[in-house]
């Protein structure tokens, strides 16, 4: 579609040029946030890089006290984990995406569709609850049975399979649309010349389908290697090089959300910082790759409404070849066998999607909602009342709100700026970039945008700010996890309002920024507006940025020990802020019950919210997402 203006500009049109100016200044946003990322991540590492030398990454000594660092277990534990967790997802995730594309009915298709999409929203730190609770249990027992050494369950191997879990998702998202993408007429020819469906699938469908389907490989791949806090409550965080995949090991997210809140010394945050750099140098290559190969992959064609007649489909012809008796060859029934095998495989794939999302939701569900009391939504973590101990997590889900009201109140109104500029201004070299760097952005593992902000706001401008964790700090880190999601969301939005609208202001005399600003983004708000609570939704359930920017903290407001805050207000934003995925996590890893319950309960009330943002983006995306699409 391409970009409408009015043919001559009005005079004294300074309202355009003014938002002009404001929608160019949100574009240059996402690149600024990208150069400033790996800026900051470079100059903070360089100490520890420079004293360490490439031994840092061949050495496997970690050893905080004695000042020994050496990156290689993280290195090969991130490693480990994310080879596990593609080879599991990758098969299951091309085969179930297989299945909906070209075997499931439309109905079970857009059921399923759903399904994965809630797959790919629930909170990692919700995953590793589960692991916690049902996988390393289950794991713990099947290594008794071949008479592995006891290791509690934790290790490489369940982060692997927790990782797996969690990108299959994203494969088979990715996966679905190419193999949608493949042109209609070149199975129609493979079915012309006899195949069956599977013999279709294999030498057509897919092989046209390869480099979106590697795209989507390495987006996935990108997701497991920056993955935090699931990994980090599974893997057993021990800092050495494992013998066996059933034995504990560390991946380098996990280190850096373990030890950097606890950094005392700056040689000890400068090799965390170096151990990030190499993280992110690694992300936004495969994202690259990535995005190059999605690139590749054809854009859906449309069917042929009828088949081209054939010059001997006629009665006369057909009568004749039928007279003539030309012997057929023998049928083999075996390629209708392994049609229906394969597709009871490709069948089991899905099934093996579906299995774990119901097991976690029905999971959490019956042990969350039953725990849920007053006291879980008025008490903060430390309350007693009359000495009796009446903990609550209130005071986090109030601290969750703040962050994340704030960080949308910062980080929408810049991406739809961002957005209007990507869309109306679409030509200009700045419109690519931010478009560009926004996609990238969005595939930088959090625990490094928690890792920027904290040498930015933390240890750069603490002496100006505050030397400590603060809920600015927090908002900070949310907002840039935020904007590019919105951004993106956006500009699908903005794109599907009609030209003839634009044309029709136009034509009125209307200036751009008055075309924008009472048409285009009025056709577009609802779907804007769903985008946005997908943000919402995606950075209410982050932990990893958090936990060294935010902090936490245990009571309504600082020196408030016991008893119930009347007005609901948690620590000022310029001290630490307590959040509710915090508490999951933590308490998910305690010995004590009570401990675990508040952690059903946060994690119950997590997965509600998450769960009615997807339903809502489901109904506004029904009933046609833009108004003005819907007209005539």
């Keep these: 579609m391409s970009a409408v203006s009015p043919t001559t500009k009005p005079v004294g049109d300074w309202g355009s040029a003014v938002l002009r100016a404001l929608t160019a200044g949100a574009a240059l946003l996402p690149p600024l946030a990208l150069l400033l990322s790996a800026t900051v991540l470079a100059l903070q590492a360089r100490p520890a890089l420079e004293a360490q030398g490439w031994g840092f990454f061949t050495s496997v000594e970690w050893n905080v006290a004695q000042g020994r660092f050496g990156a290689l277990p993280f290195v090969y534990g991130t490693l480990v984990t994310s080879a596990i967790a593609m080879l599991v997802a990758v098969p299951v995730g091309i085969g179930a995406a297989t299945y909906l594309?070209?075997?499931?009915k439309p109905a079970i298709r857009l059921t399923a569709g759903f399904l994965v999409e809630l797959l790919a929203a629930i909170p990692s730190v919700v995953y590793g609850f589960w692991g916690i609770i049902f996988l390393v249990?289950?794991?713990?027992?099947?290594y008794a049975v071949v008479g592995l050494q006891a290791t509690g369950g934790r290790g490489l191997l369940t982060a692997g399979l927790v990782l797996a879990l969690m990108v299959v998702p994203y494969i088979t998202a990715v996966t679905l649309d190419a193999l949608r993408a493949v042109p209609v007429a070149q199975r129609m020819g493979a079915y012309a010349l006899g195949a069956t469906r599977w013999q279709t699938i294999w030498s057509v469908v897919l092989p046209n389908a390869r480099s979106g389907i590697i795209g989507g490989g390495f987006l996935a791949l990108g997701r497991a290697?920056?993955?935090?806090?699931?990994?980090?409550?599974?893997?057993?965080?021990?800092a050495k090089l494992p013998l066996s995949v059933a034995e504990p090991g560390y991946s380098i997210p996990a280190v850096i959300a373990n030890e950097m809140p606890g950094a005392a010394d700056d040689r000890h945050r400068s090799v965390l910082v170096a151990l990030g750099l190499v993280l992110?140098?690694?992300?936004?290559?495969?994202?690259?790759?990535a995005r190059?190969?999605?690139?590749r992959t054809a854009l859906p064609s449309q069917p042929a409404s009828e088949p081209p007649s054939s010059a001997n489909d006629v009665p006369a012809v057909k009568l004749a070849l039928a007279q003539a008796s030309i012997p057929l060859p023998p049928v083999s029934p075996w390629p209708a066998r392994f049609n229906l095998l394969m597709t009871f495989v490709l069948m089991l794939c899905v099934v093996l999607l579906m299995v774990p999302l119901f097991h976690i939701f029905w999971q959490v569900t019956s042990a969350g909602s039953g725990q849920?009391?007053?006291?879980?939504?008025?008490?903060a973590a430390n309350t007693q009342v009359n000495g009796e101990s009446r903990p609550g997590l209130g005071h986090a889900i109030i601290g969750t709100m703040m962050l994340v009201g704030w960080a949308t109140v910062i980080a929408a109104p810049m991406g739809v700026l961002a957005a209007v500029y990507c869309v109306e201004?679409?030509?200009?070299?700045?419109?690519?970039?931010?478009r560009f760097c926004a996609e990238i952005l969005t595939g930088v593992p959090s625990v490094l945008v928690g890792l920027v902000a904290?040498?930015?706001?933390?240890?750069?401008?603490?002496?100006?700010?505050?030397?400590?964790p603060t809920g600015w700090a927090g908002v900070f880190a949310l907002s840039i996890m935020m904007m590019p999601i919105v951004l993106r969301t956006a500009e699908e939005a903005l794109l599907t309002v009609p030209d003839t609208l634009r044309r029709a202001s136009y034509a009125l005399g209307a200036t751009p920024a008055q075309t924008i600003l009472r048409v285009i983004l009025p056709a577009a708000a609802t779907a804007i507006v769903t985008g946005v609570f997908l943000g919402m939704a995606r950075i209410a359930g982050e932990t990893a940025p958090l936990l060294f920017t935010a902090g936490n903290s245990n009571y309504w407001q600082p020196g408030l020990e016991d008893g119930i805050h009347p007005l609901f207000v948690v620590s000022d934003m310029s001290e630490r802020m307590p959040f509710l995925t915090y508490y999951i996590y933590n308490y998910a890893m305690s010995d004590k019950l009570e401990e675990q319950h508040l952690a059903w309960c946060g994690a119950f009330v997590l997965l509600t919210f998450v769960l009615a943002v997807n339903i809502a983006m489901r109904v506004v995306a029904g009933r046609g997402g833009v108004a003005a699409s819907r007209s005539g």
Excluded at 101 to 104: C, D, H, K, T, V
Excluded at 425 to 434: D, F, G, N, S
Excluded at 454 to 468: C, D, T
């Design 292 to 295: 190059w190969l999605l690139k």
């Design 225 to 238: 290697l920056g993955e935090t806090m699931a990994v980090a409550m599974v893997i057993g965080n021990s």
């Design 454 to 468: 904290h040498a930015m706001l933390i240890q750069l401008l603490g002496r100006w700010l505050a030397p400590h």
């Design 137 to 142: 249990p289950l794991l713990q027992s099947a």
């Design 425 to 434: 201004y679409r030509k200009t070299k700045l419109a690519k970039a931010a």
């Design 280 to 289: 992110f140098v690694v992300s936004v290559a495969i994202n690259l790759l």
């Design 372 to 379: 849920l009391s007053a006291d879980f939504f008025l008490h």
């Design 101 to 104: 594309a070209e075997i499931a």
